[in-house]
């Protein structure tokens, strides 16, 4: 993943998605030295399954390399099997090679998406993004990029931004948490033109844009970010970033999870004409 550099907050907006369904090398390993370590122990899968919150059908999957486990699958599974980090070391291989292609290949999906439903709790959406605001970003990334690096990624993130004027236009829909709103990344200045760039998002027909209080009691997307996008297929699939890469979510298992979720979520948070009133009185300073 160090080479060549990449960076994910330069991403998050093509080839066909079942390309990425082939089993990987990694994958069959890693489901391989999870099975065995199952059978030591004498357990059938059902076994396990009481001991971990994932289901027999989807150990299976992990088991037999059709399915590459996200991070808290093999923690779980690690732990229950007494591996004493053995799993999380093997993981590593699976997400080492993935991420890249598959940023690249989101990208090509998000051009010509029919709808997308995003998430954001850090930063916000590159397709929010002023020029200023994506440059503040990437600056603040560590390891430091060079600013060759920044200005290429800069440049790619404002591109995708044809994206909210294109015919036909796409379905777009951002919750954003307040406290993304609430970080002044790049200065009170570069804060101030974000906050009216995002107003004036909110204007477009095609966009919905609501904001998650911070002082809601309850709130569904306490488990991080992510984006539901429809491909042209009327295909829905889940993309997740964080800090160690990226990926896809396209079992429908997982985009049943994301699609309820996200409705959760947009109940919660500030319906659009109350999340632009906040916006205003954050720009004004009475919020």
């Known amino acids: 993943m160090m080479a060549p550099r990449r960076c994910d907050l330069c991403d998050g907006g093509g080839a066909a998605l079942t390309q990425r369904k082939k089993t990987s090398p990694a994958a069959k390993v890693f489901g391989a030295q999870s099975r065995m370590m199952r059978e030591r122990l004498g357990w059938t899968m ?60 989101y990208r090509e999906l998000q ?54 004027h294109r015919k036909p236009a796409p379905r777009l829909a951002f919750v954003l948490e307040e406290a993304v709103l609430r970080k002044m990344i790049g200065g009170t200045e570069v804060w101030e ?49 964080g800090q160690e890469g990226s990926y896809f979510l396209p079992d429908p298992e997982d985009v049943s999870v994301l699609n309820h979720r996200y409705g959760t979520i947009q109940s919660q948070a500030l319906d659009p004409e109350a999340s632009v009133a906040f916006i205003k009185r954050m720009l004004a300073g009475d919020q």
Request: charged residues 25%.
């Open 111 to 164: 051009a010509v998406a029919l709808a997308l439903h995003v998430y954001s709790t850090h930063f916000l959406h590159g397709l929010l993004q002023t020029e200023s605001y994506a440059r503040a970003v990437l600056h603040s990334v560590r390891p430091s990029l060079d600013e060759e690096e920044i200005e290429v990624a800069v440049q790619t993130r404002l591109a995708t931004q044809q994206l909210l």
């Open 193 to 241: 033109d974000q906050l009216r760039h995002l107003l004036n998002c909110a204007g477009l027909h095609n966009l919905q844009l609501q904001v998650m209080p911070n002082s809601r009691e309850t709130n569904a997307g306490i488990e991080g970010p992510f984006v539901l996008l429809e491909t042209r297929e009327h295909q829905t699939i889940g993309y997740v970033e």
């Open 46 to 105: 059902k076994d396990l399954e009481k001991r971990v919150p994932y289901t027999e059908s989807m150990i299976a999957k992990v088991e037999r390399g059709e399915r590459v486990p996200k991070p808290p699958y093999v923690v779980a599974v690690d732990e229950a099997l007494a591996a004493q980090g053995l799993l999380m070391e093997a993981a590593k291989l699976l997400w080492e090679d993935g991420p890249p292609a598959w940023t690249q290949e």
